[in-house]
């Protein structure tokens, strides 16, 4: 006898696991069906949590080399990468055994086998030996993630052509690396390589970095990158990758038809992400698509077959781990009959290079697009106490409210934790906050999250510190 539950989600990354785990603790008899053989999905196993170790390592590294700069004498440093990789996947595992941990505590009942549609409550787990089995739900969600795209005819081989995943396994530092895409990935790889010696070149399509980020962060993002060493080329089409034994040579045309090749030892194809609905049957229940592949759903995360949900990369918004773990809990609350629901204009989205960068709300852009009139304040870290102290004073915090209301519409952060400072910005937006609410709330001295006051303080034209 197949077994029954309530509700069932197919997918164990950010989004998927934390939606089984909000239905059980809902008091639904709940399963979690993953087919990578650990949870956590792209994020914790190939994505966020190894980026971001290799990130801090590749830091410490960098910095230890430079500490005689500040009066610190050591001895010869030496890379040891094999050290840093076993250090990065430490970090994977205590994680995704943690989730399973997780899992096990609130009832959730775990299969490891690809899940797919056999009927609109039937799904079939086949796991790594090819044993079928069956389970039934009542409510079912889609939570299986995306997967890196390429470009047309290039595959990757994850060894000289590599994909975000392949990136993060490389077994030693490329003399030289081409990224392909000037997006949050790339830039945080080629950065991760860079510091610990490759020669790092980014060849993009557009006339500017980071698409979609507000236009003065890019480029002053896009300096602070050539300043560190990697080098850029703008408004380059890539015609073609070939592979030359143990190297790569990238074709590229430039916006006034000149050819270039790049020659390389490992290229980084990093051009976006495509949701992974492959496999999972979806034709034969009759769920329907969007015309980019994504599983159309409405406000509350329903397809149009009415006991089918999906939430996280495989349906339309940005991808990122805490978007799918919002939905998570909210369309598991609202399969439990609550209001579960999900602000998107208070989605941060960070860049875990050095210095980071940090964005949630409005750009000026779309501001200017949708006519809405806004003042602007901005403030240097060069002016802020702590990173002057410490020496880490590049960028600056950017916070752009109504010019009626005074209510903060975004807010744009380079500089040193960025990704930490973004948090309190977005916990103003989402209780309505104005400038003046965060500038006249104090904050401790000396702290980078001064920067955010005075830029706030700014935006009326009163910063004290500038």
Known sequence: MADKFQAVVIGGGPGGYVCAIRLAQLGMKTACIESRGSLGGTCLNVG????????????????????????????????????????????????????????????????????????????????????????????????????????????????????????????????????????????????????????????????????????????EFMKILKKQGIKFHMQHKVDQITKKNSSAVISTTDKDGNKKDFDCEVVLVSVGRKPNTEGLNLEKIGLNLDDKNRISTDKNFKTNLNNIYAIGDVISGPMLAHKAEDEGIAVAENIAGQSGHVNYDTIP????????????????????????????????????????AIDDTEGFVKILADEKTDKVLGAHLIGPHAGELIAEIGIAMEFGASSEDIARTCHAHPTFSEAVKEAALSVDKRAIHS
Request: net charge positive; proline share 3%.
């Open 48 to 219: 966020c949590i190894p980026s971001k170790s290799l990130l801090n390592l590749s830091e410490e590294f960098h910095k230890v080399k430079n500490l005689s700069n500040k009066g610190i004498e050591v001895g010869e440093v030496k890379l040891n990468l094999n050290k840093m990789m076993k250090s990065k996947e430490k970090a994977v595992t205590v994680l995704t055994k943690g989730v399973e941990f997780l899992l096990k505590k609130n009832d959730v009942t775990y299969f490891k086998g690809i899940g797919s549609f056999k009927s609109r409550n039937e799904i079939s787990i086949k796991d790594v030996n090819k044993n079928e089995i069956s389970i039934f739900a009542e409510k079912i969600i889609i939570a299986t993630g995306s997967i890196p795209t390429s470009l047309p005819g290039i595959d990757f081989d994850e060894k000289i052509i590599v994909s975000s995943t392949g990136v993060l396994k490389l077994d030693k530092v490329p003399k030289k690396m081409v990224v392909v895409g000037g997006g949050y990935i790339g830039l945080e790889m080629g950065s991760v390589w860079s510091r610990l010696g490759a020669e790092v070149h980014v060849v993009e399509f557009l006339d500017h970095i980071t698409p979609g980020m507000d236009k003065e962060i890019s480029n």
């Open 349 to 388: 989205g960070v860049i875990y290079t050095t210095p980071e960068v940090a964005s949630i709300g409005k750009t000026e852009e779309q501001l200017n697009d949708l006519n809405i009139k806004y003042k602007i304040g901005k403030f240097s870290f060069m002016a802020n106490s702590r990173a002057k």
